[in-house]
């Protein structure tokens, strides 16, 4: 049954009623809820026999308070506030109503709360509800709320839920506050360690980038000496081939040339040239006298010592007066041409003719 509150008894006395805005007008006819949901503004009614409740439709938040629990250790807790968002839509409003009236957010709101924290806590430790898995408990209560009001009641829609720190033994909090400095402690010497090791990384890596420059600075001179070595070399190749390719050219011409001064010797090679040839050798061994004086004894027995051996013979044939091309002092008169004759052995030798 509906109890009814002084603003209820106001209402039913009432002809003109208002509707105010993010509500809807519901009403009962004789304790029977209507179908008829009226919108926002000014309607009228029958005055003790219908009765008319606002509804809010829009988004709302109902604060769970004093929530007593038990861990799985047995430790009681104790959550002072839980807020819960939520909607009524506005299509859902006659079933709702019907099914669970007015104060239908007592039955799926408050109510549900208390029973799933106690769930929550029952299944936990200590440890856990107050610390490890604190941070999901909202999304756990969310999660069940709607899971439950979407089965039996669709027209209400849970948006979030806040769930405030537990209370603890007193006892037991300064000994969870020391395990937390202890842990804070433990957390800030891993922070160093891990700086360290961060300092000790970057310093490493900034050696290894020092040596890695280097040795590519080393490797880049090595290659540039390499380079200029084996462009020194290949400079030297060329020259060498150049080199070579001279004195090879400079070779087949000089065996050419003899090769060809061999051929002309081969045609030249006849008796008259070789007759020729003597008769020069012996022109220009020939001595010349100039003067009317006689040589002497000495100078004579020379002579026939060296023409002991050979006997040369000469007819002198008159041919004429005839000049060479010579400076002055140097020109000689040839007036006879001579037949030599060279008896070697007792052999007797025609050497030709020569001018004197």
Not at 169 to 182: G, K
Not at 188 to 200: D, F, G, L, T, Y
Not at 341 to 349: A, P, Q, R, V
Request: glycine share 4%; charged share 25%.
């Amino acid at each position: 049954m509906m109890n009814q509150s002084p603003s209820t008894i106001r209402n039913g006395l009432s002809i003109l009623h208002q509707v105010p805005e993010g509500h809807v007008g519901v009403y009962w006819r004789g304790g029977a809820l209507q179908k008829t949901i009226t919108d926002p503004g000014f309607h009228l009614k029958l005055p003790f026999i219908t009765h008319y409740e606002p509804v809010q439709v829009t988004l709302q938040t109902d604060q769970v308070r004093d929530i007593p629990c038990g861990t799985k250790g047995g430790v009681m807790i104790n959550f002072e506030k839980i807020e819960v968002v939520h909607r009524l839509h506005k299509d859902h409003v006659h079933d709702t109503l019907l099914n669970y009236g007015v104060q239908y957010d007592n039955t799926w709101i408050y109510d549900k709360i208390h029973h799933e924290i106690n769930q929550f806590c029952s299944s936990h430790s200590l440890q856990q509800v107050y610390i490890d898995v604190f941070d999901q408990i909202d999304e756990k209560m969310k999660d069940a709320l709607q899971g439950d009001c979407t089965r039996y009641a669709p027209g209400i829609e849970i948006m979030s839920v806040r769930v405030t720190k537990p209370t603890i033994p007193e006892s037991i909090r300064r000994n969870f506050e020391q395990m937390e400095e202890e842990r804070t402690k433990v957390l800030i010497a891993i922070e160093k360690q891990r700086v360290v090791e961060k300092e000790a990384e970057t310093s490493k890596k900034l050696a290894i980038s020092e040596a890695e420059k280097i040795a590519n600075v080393s490797r880049i001179l090595m290659e540039q000496k390499l380079m200029e070595k084996d462009s020194a070399r290949k400079q030297q190749e060329i020259e060498n081939q150049i080199y070579m390719a001279w004195k090879k050219s400079l070779a087949d011409a000089y065996f050419y040339r003899v090769l060809k001064e061999a051929e002309v010797n081969k045609l030249k090679l006849t008796p008259q040239f070789l007759e020729l040839k003597f008769i020069e050798a012996i022109a220009d061994n020939t001595k010349n006298f100039l003067g009317e004086k006689i040589v002497g004894n000495q100078q004579r027995k020379r002579e026939q010592t060296k023409l002991k051996s050979s006997t040369v013979t000469t007819h002198i044939q008159q041919l004429g007066t005839f000049y060479l091309t010579k400076p002055k002092h140097q020109m000689y008169k040839f007036n006879h041409l001579v037949n030599l004759h060279l008896k070697t052995k007792g052999e007797l030798l025609n050497f030709g003719s020569i001018l004197i």
